[in-house]
DNA sequence: CTAGGGTTAG
């Protein structure tokens, strides 16, 4: 702060005099680039031009260069490279970086190739932009090309040429890099799952680096070991290496998939010089562990301590909105995206496309989608599942056909998403035709997720003995999610006998959920089974098993409230409830008919919404003509005029 | 100037 303050008056001073010598302007754009105040520098270039006062200091204008790329001010840097008179191979390099930064492989390789002179950085660089934005063949034979025009691989090199082999996962010529990199005694890395070897390897080096002890931290974290990166990181400071910013996002990121969120807290509040990728650990972290409100307030507090969030940090935290379905703080965070030049980004726009999606407004998530100048194959599904979680049913399966048209390949998820409208809109033909094209139109092979949406395709019409058939059909062993489904299909056709077999499996899998107790203790009710209803809860009680607490969210004027089941605690507690005994009477008068044209109520339910609830809404939107989107733990509901999205199946 | 950390869709 003071050191900025002291800037600022040498500026001043210097500004005042009105000098344009090139000396003491030369020292001051130091301090500033030094300083990696851009603004001072605009400032500063604003009155004189550096082309004018220092126009072959090619080492300044390198400085100023590399600067402008670290600030994202790519366009201030190619403007200022335009203009160098005395371009060296650094100043190529810079740019390179710049390119490779962004992911823009176009510039990148035009940029490679213009160059009169490169060097091994120039290699290394492309290399890496090249395998970062999934142009690993190219990145790999610029790896050959580099070796036959007579350039050593480094370290640097060798790391993004295994990395290329781990995205292509192609064991093979990793392991033959890998020898190579033994044979020239330089460092390996952690590739292609085999993370035991890899640190077979790593114990086997006798000097490492804070690089080299990152690489096999992060090595456990995608493997899917977390606890190890923990003993490794303990590990790291008894060597006496000194963690560095890269070594604690690694290791809080292993924190919150172990569940230790307070122990990833702790850490997080040590560290004293935070970056950008720790804030947004610590806010995906709290997210995850369904502390979204911590997030939203990290995230504030980030902005406070001006740490620019970038891309990484903007779909993050919509995608907090997205999980609290809060459509005020989403919008928010669409409206700080727009200035900071994030709005077209492919993460935040699927991000924001899913935000809107569930928020129920599909009108806004399509005109994210719409304005989006490149698409892959994650903003497409988040789109055609927002239609079909929100009972769009034919605008998901239309715009399914359209990314078909577009020659873009789909995904497994794109297939839940269309399988899913399939069965919502009882299209069972179609649905048959999309599951069979699974394999041999596309190729993959079918998953338990497109067996489930399957087997609701079949069950929900009471096609009962074809989706039994399918279950015993089953390339593997059926999962959790198989037997819910057919329970939940069972429960709809009243089909007491199929769904005590599901729920029998279901106890098997996990013997202390809840859900299929309930479900056929309520199916048992319906038929007037009481003998068994009284099984039901006594086999409850033995197993203590207890209902999982529900919650509902609600946002009115810019805050949300929480609610727990028969919850008093609310400062309005009585008001609420007032009211709410009010709308009970009158839905039993009932019969009104008016224009929906007020804001939506946005509900937000950590569970299923039962049947009793879901009759309430329905006479609750046409008493009041408001539009309810009530979002459970499976699917949306629009509540309009006494009718519902979901056509009362869910 | 180049390697290692964080992100989106069910």
Redo the contacts with the bound molecule.
């Keep these: 702060m003071k050191a900025n303050q002291k800037l600022r008056e040498a500026m001043d001073s210097f500004l005042a005099r009105g000098s344009t010598a090139a000396e003491p302007y030369a020292r001051l754009l130091l301090e500033c680039i030094r300083a990696n105040d851009v603004e001072q520098v605009k400032r500063l270039q604003s009155h004189i031009d550096i082309q004018s006062v220092q126009p072959n200091n090619t080492y300044l204008q390198n400085r100023l260069l590399?600067l402008y790329v670290k600030c994202g001010k790519t366009d201030d840097a190619l403007q200022l490279f335009d203009k160098m008179a005395g371009k060296d191979?650094?100043s190529w390099?810079?740019m390179l970086?710049a390119y490779?930064k962004m992911g823009e492989t176009g510039s990148l390789r035009a940029t490679f190739n213009r160059m009169p002179v490169r060097?091994?950085?120039s290699y290394?660089?492309t290399i890496?932009g090249l395998v970062g934005s999934e142009c690993s063949v190219d990145g790999l034979s610029l790896f050959v090309r580099m070796q036959t025009e007579g350039f050593e691989p480094?370290?640097?090199?060798y790391?993004?040429a295994l990395?290329a082999c781990s995205q292509l996962l192609d064991l093979r010529l990793g392991k033959q890099i890998h020898g190579r990199i033994v044979a020239s005694c330089l460092?390996g890395?952690v590739f292609c799952g085999q993370v035991d070897q890899a640190r077979w390897l790593f114990d086997g080096l006798g000097d490492k680096?804070?690089?080299l002890w990152?690489?096999m931290i992060?090595g456990y974290?995608?493997n899917g070991r977390p606890e190890k990166c923990l003993d490794l990181f303990l590990e790291m400071k008894v060597a006496g290496v000194k963690p560095?910013?890269?070594?604690?996002?690694?290791v809080l990121?292993a924190n919150f998939r172990s569940g230790f969120i307070d122990e990833a807290t702790r850490i997080f509040k040590e560290i004293k010089e935070k970056?950008?990728?720790?804030w947004?650990?610590m806010i995906?972290g709290y997210?995850q562990n369904n502390r979204e409100e911590d997030a939203w307030m990290l995230f504030n507090e980030m902005l406070a301590e001006n740490v620019k969030p970038?891309?990484?940090?903007f779909?993050?935290v919509v995608?907090v909105c997205?999980r609290l379905a809060s459509l005020v703080h989403g919008k928010v965070i669409h409206c700080k995206a727009i200035p900071n030049g994030f709005e077209s980004d492919?993460?935040v726009s699927?991000?924001l496309i899913?935000m809107y999606s569930?928020c129920g407004e599909t009108l806004d998530a399509r005109k994210v989608f719409q304005v989006m100048p490149i698409r892959n194959?994650?903003?497409w599904?988040?789109m055609i599942?927002g239609y079909a979680?929100n009972g769009q049913d034919q605008e998901a399966l239309e715009l399914y056909e359209t990314l078909l048209q577009e020659k873009m390949k789909p995904?497994?998820?794109t297939l839940?998403?269309v399988l899913?409208a399939c069965s919502r809109s009882g299209s069972v033909e179609l649905g048959k035709k999309y599951f069979s094209s699974i394999s041999e139109l596309h190729g993959m092979k079918p998953?338990l997720?497109h067996y489930s949406c399957m087997i609701n395709l079949l069950g929900r019409p009471g096609r009962m003995n074809e989706a039994l058939d399918l279950i015993n059909s089953l390339p593997e062993k059926p999962n959790y999610l198989i037997w819910s489904t057919l329970l939940s299909v069972a429960r709809v056709n009243g089909d007491i006998e199929r769904a005590e077999t599901a729920a029998k499996r279901l106890s098997e899998i996990d013997p202390l959920e809840t859900g299929p107790y309930i479900i056929l203790s309520n199916m048992y009710a319906s038929a007037g089974r009481w003998e068994k209803v009284a099984l039901m809860r006594s086999l409850m009680k033995d197993k203590k098993i207890r209902k999982a607490p529900a919650y509902s969210w609600i946002e009115i004027d810019y805050k949300v409230h929480k609610f727990v089941s028969d919850d008093r605690t609310h400062s309005q507690n009585e008001k609420i409830y007032r009211e709410l005994h009010r709308l009970m009477k009158e839905i039993q008068k009932a019969g009104l008919s008016k224009p929906q044209d007020r804001v939506p109520i946005r509900i937000l339910k950590n569970l299923r919404v039962c049947k009793d609830c879901h009759m309430f809404m329905k006479f609750v939107s046409k008493l009041l003509e408001r539009c309810i989107i009530l979002r459970d733990s499976n699917l949306f509901h629009h509540f309009v005029d006494g009718e519902c999205s979901c056509k009362d199946y869910w």
């Design positions: 590399h191979v650094f390099n810079v970086s490779s060097d091994c950085v290394n660089t890496a480094s370290e640097y090199t790391v993004s990395n460092k890395n680096n804070v690089v990152n690489s992060s974290l995608k560095d910013l890269v070594t604690v996002s690694s990121g970056d950008g990728v720790c947004t650990t995906v997210a970038d891309k990484y940090t779909s993050s995608s997205a492919l993460l699927s991000a899913d569930k194959v994650v903003s599904n988040a599942t979680q995904d497994n998820i839940v998403g899913s998953t997720d």
